[in-house]
């Protein structure tokens, strides 16, 4: 069959192609048919005593399944916990605190303890904030022992503290006995540095004297000796009791000619930072706070840097320095 051939023969060429192909659909029609009945045979299932499940059971588990409530663990699935960057100057960083938890945003302010007054836990001046306007700052309100409710105003600290020691006054005092003047009268002298004014101070047996006559002269010793050049003096004694400031219980001591005994006094300046109030008190002296007048408190110690002070339950408080 060459090209001439085609030429002439053009229409029996297609009906030759035409022809082919109609046997080959015809072929695949065939083959198809008979491989139909195969797509619907069943697979055999092995005999069991259960019924298979379903698709109404598959119907009631789902709906129960939907009725009930769904519990989730943890955060929220779809909200992230909300934190708020801080600096940490340990690691000279920022970083990000969370609001809720254990962690701390406002030191020793605790996260629980500030959103359970739903405080607000953005602000930089919080722990020195006064929600509820009673004169205690938050962070007065969190260290009280307990704590007390920084939104209600019937709910604060004790006022003893809101005390502070604004300094510290020495007022040593030293007794010197000097002589006995005649049987029934001895000379001490008083001898001051700090508040009390030095003066001398004739004294007679079972009398008291002194600041606050806290002192009095209970027996007199007389007694001579000499120095080591051989020289006579008088070495006679006399036996001093005295009270403690604040204090009940009388103790005694005995004092030799011209050698001082020295009693250190200290007293200190408070103020009460919840009205302004100023007051002084001095070691072993009892005092009251005037916008808490049922309470009643005792001086132990005095010193530059706290001062100890004993209340009506016996518990010992420390007072720090005015900031």
């Known amino acids: 069959m060459n090209e001439e051939w085609l030429k002439e023969n053009y229409e029996k060429a297609i009906l030759v192609v035409a022809t082919v192909i109609a046997l080959a659909l015809a072929g695949w029609l065939i083959f198809s048919s008979l491989k139909f009945g195969s797509n619907f045979d069943q697979a ?37 916990a909300p ?59 969190f260290v009280a022992v307990p704590k007390t409710d920084p939104t209600s105003a019937d709910s604060h600290p004790a006022f003893i503290t809101k005390v502070c020691l604004a300094g510290m006054v020495s007022s040593d005092l030293s007794l010197v006995f000097k002589a006995q003047v005649d049987p029934t009268t001895w000379q001490v002298d008083l001898v001051s540095e700090g ?5 001398n101070m004739l004294v007679n047996k079972g009398s008291k004297f002194g600041p606050d006559n806290r002192f009095r002269l209970d027996a007199y010793a007389e007694e001579k000796g000499s120095d080591a050049n051989g020289i006579p003096t008088d070495t006679s004694t006399i036996t001093v009791s005295f009270v403690e400031a604040g204090g009940t219980a009388r103790v005694s001591r005995t ?39 049922t309470q009643n408190f005792k001086i132990i110690e005095v010193t530059a840097s706290k001062a100890i002070i004993k209340d009506q339950k016996g518990k010992d408080l420390e007072i720090l320095p005015c900031q």
Request: charged share 30%; no cysteine.
């Open 44 to 80: 055999s299932v092995p005999e069991s005593g259960q019924m298979p499940e379903t698709g109404l059971a598959k119907v009631e588990k789902a709906s129960k399944a939907l009725s009930e409530s769904v519990k989730w663990e943890g955060a929220n699935l779809f909200v992230s």
């Open 83 to 141: 934190v708020i960057e801080k600096w940490n100057p340990s690691k000279g960083e920022q970083e990000l605190i969370p609001v809720e938890g254990d962690e701390s945003v406002h030191e020793p302010l605790t996260n629980d303890w500030i959103n359970k007054y739903d405080l607000d836990i953005t602000a930089t001046d919080l722990k020195g904030q006064d929600p509820d306007g009673d004169n205690f700052t938050n962070l007065e309100e």
């Open 195 to 199: 508040k009390y004014r030095s003066k």
């Open 255 to 293: 004092l030799v000619r011209d050698v001082g005994w020295e009693q250190p006094t200290h007293e200190g300046t408070f103020i009460n930072q919840y009205d302004g109030e100023e007051f002084t008190a001095i070691r072993g002296s009892s005092f009251k706070l005037s916008n808490d007048p």
